[in-house]
């Protein structure tokens, strides 16, 4: 019989017939056209929209406005699929929509889960606890404590307090017990407080961070700390592994080794640590995809070279298979050991997926798998997308992914039949080029968060990302191997030198003129069009990528166009800066330092404020100060108490009636009456803390009475809900 031959059905995705409903007409065919085109590139924007109905949970106010836009969303999802039938865009649009409701449905669940009870109010009490995770500060000598209290506290007049769920505590390492452990029982007294709000606008949101992380307490821990329960297990791997690397190293070389093993850099002195920030190398302090593609990488060569030496194994097992398997296994023990922090997450997503598609033949770096890691992120952890961490994570691999996806890129970097220095000197210009275009595209990130850039990042990772590669971590390795047999101390003697001269490389750019570049907070909606610009240009392929350009451009003008805050407040009123003519300035001169750093990042200053009183245009006594600010065309006379002592009541309403502004940390009278804005303690505590800009007449507050956000307002032990015939407000009482 005769037979015929066929060839082998193709694995392309299959082209869809363009079934264009009538009312879209031409605009419809061009829409349906293009997205024929980048049918391929459709999938990637399911995370994206997985993260817009995640945005939207936190950027909507109350549980209504989430209600209507979980509607919405449903509801258009399923008028495209009905309206648009046989189109691409319809469907596209269709499940962009449920997709969106999909994430704004699993933030909101997330957080009635996770979500618990704060204490009631600052105190100070005793009480028995059991001991979940063990952090050591060595750089800041502390111990921090994540404790599960077992029953009520008791308070310092004897009365009980009832505690929350979860409690972090720092503890001094000389009240730290030696057989301190995970799971033991202990008892100790602390100085306990609810998660605070941030500072002002802007700032750190620990309250947030907090509230998905179960933690109803935060404060600082006493002498004597008694263990009740010793712990069978002792600190952890984690933490034995991070003490016995900083034991052999001096300085901060020692937490930077530890955090390339460990992911603690609780040993980091902070001087070292901003540098490392100044100098753009933060990344490598954070476990992550290049730490688990060395950890990756070794493991599958030393295995595949070990089962190569068994001719049994080398003619029965397919080896490249087997040492696949030992990476994942590599890549899921290293995550965790590091504490399972979202970068290494999704760097370990991401190993398991090029190992799997690698098994299976197929390609394996693309951006889909970088899709793949950001949904399963936010499948689990939902909460994550808002945070820095996640953000920077996917923006610099996407930038990556997305520049040597580039049929141009590819062409110019990609291999070459040439010698080694000109193949040197190729992947030297390839890493350049993707440290610059990490570096743009990080930028937006960090200034909306961190309020700073840095700019000479991309120079320095070129020597620093191989010398960490090639060089600190395999010394680092052969040193704990060594250690085995106690012999180690040539290799950790390298490790030494080879640290030393990362962090001289650290201080180096971070010192050099222009390195940070520092702004004010950023608005929101500018930083939304940024990352919808970024997104926009990199996800999609053809011509009309570039139209990412534009929200992209309106976005950064916004944001380097925004004016400085002339005055911050902090929510409690102790502390206030004030921009005058020589910079900003701030009220008291006893303040910590994280209280200067935050004013200084938030008024966008890089440094140390200034003192308010040692300016020729501010008048301060013990008690009061007072300072003219120019802006919006008038002079604005600001007057605010800096210290606890009473001022006579005429004295200080005589003072009131002088000034613009009145701030104040206590309670002022009723007849201090300033010309536009008093800000004493009953109005900062329904605000929180403030940002005044006067040339543009903007007050932007931490408080807002709209905004039902669980951390804003927490339940609170002690302290139950009270229903009011008012269903918009609520009151709180004491039984």
Same mark, same amino acid.
């Given at each position: 019989m005769a037979m015929t031959a066929v060839a082998a059905p193709s694995m392309r995705p299959w082209r869809r017939q363009m079934g264009?409903?009538?009312?879209?007409?031409?605009? @419809?065919?061009?829409?349906?056209?293009?997205?024929? !085109?980048?049918?391929?590139?459709?999938?990637?924007?399911?995370?994206?929209?997985? @993260?817009?109905?995640? !945005?939207?949970?936190?950027?909507?106010?109350d549980p209504a406005?989430?209600?209507?836009?979980?509607?919405?969303?449903?509801? @258009?999802?399923? #008028?495209?699929?009905?309206?648009?039938?046989?189109?691409?865009?319809?469907? !596209?649009?269709?499940?962009?929509?449920?997709?969106?409701?999909?994430?704004? @449905?699993?933030?909101?669940?997330?957080?009635?889960?996770?979500?618990?009870?704060v204490l009631g109010g600052p105190t100070i009490a005793s009480f028995s606890a059991k001991v979940e995770a063990i952090e050591p500060l060595v750089a800041r000598r502390l111990v921090r404590l994540t404790v599960l209290p077992i029953a009520k506290g008791m308070e310092t007049g004897g009365q009980p307090v009832a505690l929350p769920y979860r409690?972090?505590?720092?503890?001094?390492?000389?009240?730290?017990?030696?057989?301190?452990?995970?799971?033991?029982?202990?008892?100790?007294?602390?100085?306990?407080?609810?998660?605070?709000?941030?500072?002002?606008?802007?700032?750190?949101?620990?309250?947030?961070?907090?509230?998905?992380?179960g933690i109803g307490a935060t404060g600082r821990g006493f002498a004597p700390v008694v263990i009740i329960k010793s712990s069978g297990s002792g600190a952890g791997i984690r933490v034995a592994l991070s003490h016995h690397i900083v034991s052999h190293l001096e300085g901060s070389a020692g937490g930077i080794a530890a955090a390339l093993a460990t992911g603690d850099v609780g040993a980091i002195s902070e001087e070292d640590s901003e540098a490392m920030?100044?100098?753009?190398? #933060?990344h490598l302090l954070s476990v992550s995809g290049l730490h688990i593609t060395?950890?990756?990488?070794?493991?599958?060569?030393?295995?595949?070279?070990?089962?190569?030496?068994?001719?049994?194994?080398?003619?029965h097992s397919r080896l490249p298979l087997l040492a696949a398997l030992a990476g994942a296994a590599a890549a899921i023990g290293y995550t965790l050991l590091t504490g399972s922090q979202v970068p290494t997450i999704r760097s370990c997503v991401a190993a398991l997926l090029v190992l799997a598609a690698l098994a299976m033949g197929r390609e394996a770096m693309t951006l889909r798998l970088v899709a793949a890691g950001a949904v399963c992120i936010m499948l689990v952890l939902p909460e994550a997308a808002a945070g820095p961490s996640f953000q920077l994570s996917f923006a610099a691999i996407t930038a990556i992914m997305a520049l040597h996806e580039h049929p141009a890129i590819r062409t110019v970097f990609g291999p070459h039949d040439e010698g080694r220095a000109r193949k040197l000197a190729r992947d030297a210009a390839s890493l350049l080029l993707t440290g610059l275009l990490v570096e743009l595209a990080l930028m937006p990130i960090a200034v909306y968060h961190f309020h700073r850039a840095g700019l000479y990042g991309a120079f320095a990772n070129i020597v620093a990302i191989p010398l960490t590669t090639f060089v600190v971590m395999p010394l680092e390795a052969l040193a704990l191997l060594l250690d085995c047999a106690g012999l180690g101390g040539p290799a950790w003697w390298l490790v030494q030198r080879s640290l030393d001269g990362l962090l001289w490389l650290a201080h180096l750019v971070a010192n050099a003129p222009g390195s940070v570049r520092s702004l004010p907070a950023m608005p929101t909606a500018a930083f939304a069009a940024m990352v919808f610009g970024g997104i926009w240009i990199a996800l999609w392929r053809t011509r009309w990528r570039r139209l990412g350009a534009v929200p992209l451009a309106i976005g950064a003008i916004w944001a380097l166009t925004t004016p400085a805050p002339d005055i911050l407040v902090t929510g409690d009123g102790r502390h206030v800066a004030v921009r005058t003519a020589a910079g900003l300035a701030m009220l008291r001169d006893r303040a910590g330092d994280y209280t200067r750093d935050t004013l200084a990042e938030n008024g966008g200053v890089d440094g140390e404020p200034l003192l308010l009183a040692d300016q020729p245009d501010a008048r301060c006594s013990r008690d009061l100060c007072m300072t003219d600010i120019v802006a919006r065309g008038r002079t604005w006379r600001v007057l605010a108490t800096r210290s606890a002592y009473m001022v006579p009541i005429e004295d200080l309403i005589a003072a009131c009636r002088l000034a613009d502004i009145v701030v104040?940390?206590?309670?002022?009278?009723?007849?201090?009456?300033?010309?536009?804005?008093?800000?004493?303690?009953?109005?900062?505590?329904?605000?929180?803390?403030?940002?005044?800009t006067l040339g543009a007449g903007r007050m932007v507050t931490i408080l807002n009475p709209s905004d039902r956000h669980p951390w804003r307002d927490p339940p609170r032990l002690g302290r139950p809900f009270k229903r009011s015939p008012d269903p918009n407000h609520r009151q709180r009482y004491r039984p």
């Open positions: 264009v409903p009538r009312w879209e007409a031409v605009v @419809g065919l061009a829409v349906e056209r293009w997205l024929e !085109a980048e049918r391929d590139q459709l999938v990637l924007w399911l995370p994206v929209m997985l @993260g817009v109905g995640i !945005a939207l949970w936190f950027a909507l106010p406005a989430w209600r209507v836009a979980v509607l919405i969303l449903v509801a @258009g999802g399923l #008028a495209c699929l009905a309206i648009g039938s046989g189109g691409r865009a319809a469907r !596209a649009l269709a499940i962009g929509s449920l997709t969106a409701a999909l994430g704004l @449905g699993l933030i909101w669940a997330r957080s009635d889960w996770v979500g618990r009870a409690v972090r505590v720092n503890l001094a390492e000389a009240d730290a017990p030696k057989l301190l452990g995970t799971d033991a029982v202990v008892r100790l007294r602390a100085r306990l407080m609810p998660p605070p709000l941030p500072a002002v606008p802007g700032a750190y949101d620990f309250a947030r961070v907090a509230w998905f992380g920030r100044r100098a753009g190398l #933060a060395a950890a990756v990488a070794a493991t599958i060569l030393i295995v595949s070279r070990l089962l190569a030496l068994s001719p049994w194994f080398a003619l104040s940390e206590r309670g002022l009278p009723k007849r201090c009456t300033p010309r536009w804005l008093k800000l004493d303690r009953f109005v900062l505590k329904r605000t929180g803390g403030v940002a005044l």
